[in-house]
Nanobody, 121 residues
Framework: QVHLVQSGGGLVQVGDSLRLSCTAS????????MGWFRQAREKEREFVAA????????DNANSVKGRMTISRDNSKNLLFLQMDSLKAEDTAVYYC??????????????WGQGTQVTVSS
């Protein structure tokens, strides 16, 4: 079992930066891949980025490439999403999520509580 608690988020202006954090507990953090997803109002949840258990492999959605960076600190059970050059369309509730495998996959049984990011123009 994995428990994920998110922090960060808030209201920023277009072009600003923001960093989201996700603290994991339960299974050894270095054993499983992690991801970030987001859901804008009245839209389906969408993939943002994922990182393998070791941090060596990363996958990003085309919409955030070059602007958002996923990273992890396995020594501190922390997952991060650094968001730069934010756009109004990045406004959404962001979720961290955990898999049950070391490699990036499509199944995420574990989810954080979500955190609102609002980018104002």
């Amino acid at each position: 079992q994995v428990h994920l608690v998110q922090s960060g988020g808030g209201l920023v202006q277009v072009g600003d930066s923001l960093r989201l954090s996700c603290t994991a507990s339960g299974r050894p953090f270095g054993d499983y891949a992690m991801g970030w997803f987001r859901q804008a109002r009245e839209k389906e949840r969408e993939f943002v980025a994922a990182i393998s258990s070791s941090g060596q492999k990363i996958d990003n959605a085309n919409s955030v490439k070059g602007r958002m960076t996923i990273s992890r600190d396995n020594s501190k059970n922390l997952l991060f999403l650094q968001m730069d050059s934010l756009k109004a369309e990045d406004t959404a509730v962001y979720y961290c999520a955990g898999t049950e495998t070391p490699n990036i996959g499509n199944v995420y049984p574990y989810w954080g509580q979500g955190t609102q990011v609002t980018v104002s123009s």
